[in-house]
């Protein structure tokens, strides 16, 4: 059983930035991608970012430039960086084990204008 917690988010000014992590335990994080996902109210959830399980990355547009995923395998970790923040950024964000139904309970991050 896959088991994910994120931490990190929280309250922040436009131009700011917040540092998301995942933690994962119940299965062989090396060996699978790893994606954040973010939900704001009343839209669906979309894809922000992923990594593969050998490093390689992808962006959604909004965030290219300003966000960088990265993964820790020795700490089952996966993290995002996320800079120069905008308010259209607020959102409840998630992390996912592989295209699987595991995800962690999700963390708010709020921009303010």
């Known amino acids: 059983q896959v088991h994910l917690v994120e931490s990190g988010g929280g309250l922040v000014q436009a131009g700011g930035s917040l540092r998301l992590s995942c933690v994962a335990s119940?299965?062989?994080?090396?060996?699978?991608?790893m994606g954040w996902y973010r939900q704001a109210p009343g839209k669906q959830r979309e894809l922000v970012a992923v990594?593969?399980?050998?490093?390689?990355?992808n962006y959604a547009d909004s965030v290219k430039g300003r966000f960088t995923i990265s993964r820790d395998n020795a700490k089952n970790t996966v993290s995002l960086q996320m800079n120069s923040l905008k308010p259209e950024d607020t959102a409840v964000y998630y992390c996912r084990w592989g295209g699987t139904a595991y995800w962690g309970q999700g963390t708010q991050v709020t921009v303010s204008s």
């Open positions: 990594i593969t399980s050998g490093g390689s990355t």
């Open positions: 119940g299965g062989t994080f090396r060996l699978v991608a």
